[in-house]
């Protein structure tokens, strides 16, 4: 069985990524409890299952329960998915001295020291998941996503154990309401889906195309997709390319965290919103992510 290991920076916490990964029992993309995470993830035409654990500090020990070895490029791809899933390539520094005597902020910073972003490195999963979630609560969209997987995403099992893949462009651009609608997707959920399925097919959008685009210009291509608003563009900018500026202003979490921590009356408007994070110019979706943790 293959292992390696992964340097990681200081200021990460694989604790609370675990916390994060463990929000739903619904969740059939990984497998994870208090001390470890496996998953699978296609590299190439390959399919891998790995275990990611931490036992030494700053170092994360990657083992690979697939049959036989990887080649030097599977390894080197296989470390930028976990790289990119962990956030492990962004400086927190900056940001930690940003917010370090922060009123908001700063409190919980100390509390949740080492928190990132788990990110959905495939652009694809990141829309589908937004639209799944939109309005309706966290636990209903990921009994949607469950039924959703189960039905259209690959599988494989390993050590008696089934791993899945989120389903593709090609298989959800054939789908039709009488697939989804029997799932509990209302009809704008399944239309939607679809579409963005069909936009990726087509090759209108993509992962590669978006990459490198200033925040503005990316998140044009993506509204672009019908179903695809300014929420769901931010946030799969924020989990997918890590745009430190991409920021969800309408999301009702950053709302009611603001009106937690400042015990508010009534949810801030949106322009209060706006005022407050003028001082995290630069790490809007850090600033977001910690809230969201907040609450």
Same mark, same amino acid.
């Given at each position: ?7 990681v920076? +200081? ?5 609370? $990524? /675990?916390?994060?990964l ?9 497998s994870? #409890? #208090?001390?470890? !995470?496996? &998953?699978l993830?296609?590299?190439?035409s390959?399919?891998?299952v790995?275990?990611?654990t931490?036992?030494?500090v700053n170092?994360?020990?990657?083992? !690979?329960?697939?049959r036989g /070895?990887l080649?030097?490029?599977?390894? +080197? ?7 990119e ?9 900056p940001?930690?001295?940003l917010?370090?005597?922060? %009123?908001?902020?700063g409190?919980l ?6 928190y ?8 694809? =999963?990141?829309l589908?998941?937004?639209v799944? @979630? ?6 209903f ?11 259209? @995403? +690959?599988?494989c ?6 791993y ?7 298989v !959800?651009a054939?789908?039709?309401? =009488?697939?989804?609608l029997?799932l ?6 399944? %239309?939607?889906?679809? /579409?963005?399925?069909q936009?990726f097919l $087509?090759?209108?959008? $993509? ?5 490198? /685009?200033?925040?503005?210009e990316?998140? =044009? ?5 019908k179903?695809?608003g300014?929420?769901t563009?931010?946030?799969?900018l924020m ?15 950053v ?9 508010? &009356? ?11 994070f003028?001082?995290?110019k @630069?790490w ?12």
């Amino acid at each position: 069985m293959e292992t390696f290991r992964i340097s990681v920076p +200081e200021e990460f916490s694989f604790k609370l $990524s /675990l916390d994060f990964l463990q929000r739903s029992p619904k969740e059939l993309l990984h497998s994870v #409890d #208090d001390r470890q !995470v496996s &998953k699978l993830v296609q590299i190439a035409s390959k399919k891998i299952v790995v275990e990611i654990t931490s036992k030494k500090v700053n170092l994360l020990e990657v083992r !690979v329960l697939s049959r036989g /070895l990887l080649q030097k490029f599977e390894r +080197e791809q296989l470390t930028t998915f976990i790289s990119e899933w962990f956030d492990l390539d962004t400086d927190l520094k900056p940001f930690y001295a940003l917010v370090d005597n922060d %009123k908001l902020l700063g409190p919980l910073v100390n509390k949740f020291f080492g928190y990132r972003i788990i990110g959905q490195p495939d652009l694809f =999963e990141s829309l589908v998941w937004a639209v799944l @979630g939109q309005q309706i609560n966290l636990q209903f969209a990921y009994m949607l996503k469950q039924r959703f997987v189960e039905q259209f @995403g +690959e599988k494989c099992v390993v050590e008696n154990k089934t791993y899945y893949l989120f389903p593709t462009p090609q298989v !959800v651009a054939t789908l039709t309401d =009488e697939h989804l609608l029997p799932l509990q997707f209302s009809r704008q959920k399944s %239309k939607y889906v679809v /579409l963005i399925a069909q936009a990726f097919l $087509s090759g209108e959008i $993509s992962k590669e195309k978006l990459r490198g /685009l200033p925040l503005q210009e990316a998140k =044009e291509q993506l509204v672009k997709i019908k179903g695809v608003g300014n929420w769901t563009a931010n946030y799969a900018l924020m989990k997918t390319f890590r745009y430190p500026t991409a920021f969800p202003l309408e999301d009702a979490g950053v709302h009611n965290a603001i009106k937690n921590l400042k015990k508010m &009356k009534a949810k801030p408007t949106l322009d209060q919103v706006k005022r407050i994070f003028k001082k995290y110019k @630069g790490w809007e979706a850090y600033a977001t992510l910690y809230l969201w943790k907040s609450l």
